[in-house]
């Protein structure tokens, strides 16, 4: 089946440093990733749509000098938080877009908790 | 604007039925997702409904009226572990995936 590879799993950074996180599609190609948000006991909240070989479309409300997003390949997008302070501390989870439609398009990388001290 | 809700948290007793209900509006509909996330964990597909009606996998099912805007996720003979978050997600125009709130369920012996 579908695989995302999210890494690292668990990072602590400190204030005022930046914190790059991977998403890789490893069985499939993915010209659409997505990056997403959740804090303790809510939902997943839409960051970004991440194309390939073109720039992310960010939400509303979602600083892209702030976390800038990397699509180099069909089969992986990078975010970074930059200048990361206590209040970017959350749960990072990406997800990818199969081109060919398995799984009706969406695979969940296994996330990234950030917290940055 | 966009809004789909479902109930915060649910209890049910193990090999009981549970239905958790999400309704929606948002701007374009191509089908509703049900998602189930454990604590610290990805969100793992349960199932997709684009169709008005009932689709069964196994324990689960999941239901679509689309002119109600109205989806439901029925698990049949709880079991302990289907304690977890339950997310229910619209997939708009444009391919984005947008999710509720999500709805914490606990199975109790």
Known sequence: GAVVSQHPSRVICKSGTSVKIECRSLDFQATTMFWYRQFPKQSLMLMATSNEGSKATYEQGVEKDKFLINHASLTLSTLTVTSAHPEDSSFYICSARDDRGRNYGYTFGSGTRLTVV | ?109
């Open chain 2, 1 to 109: 604007g966009q809004n789909i809700d479902q109930p915060t948290e649910m209890t049910a007793t193990e090999g009981a039925i549970v239905q958790i209900n999400c309704t929606y509006q948002t701007s374009g509909f191509n089908g509703l997702f049900w998602y189930q996330q454990h604590a610290g964990e990805a969100p793992t597909f349960l199932s997709y409904n684009v169709l008005d009606g009932l689709e069964e996998k196994g324990r689960f099912s999941s239901f679509l009226s689309r002119s109600k805007g109205y989806s439901y996720l029925l698990l049949k003979e709880l079991q302990m572990k289907d304690s977890a978050s339950y997310l229910c997600a619209v997939l708009e125009y444009g391919n984005k995936l947008v999710f509720g709130a999500g709805t914490i369920l606990r199975v109790k012996s």
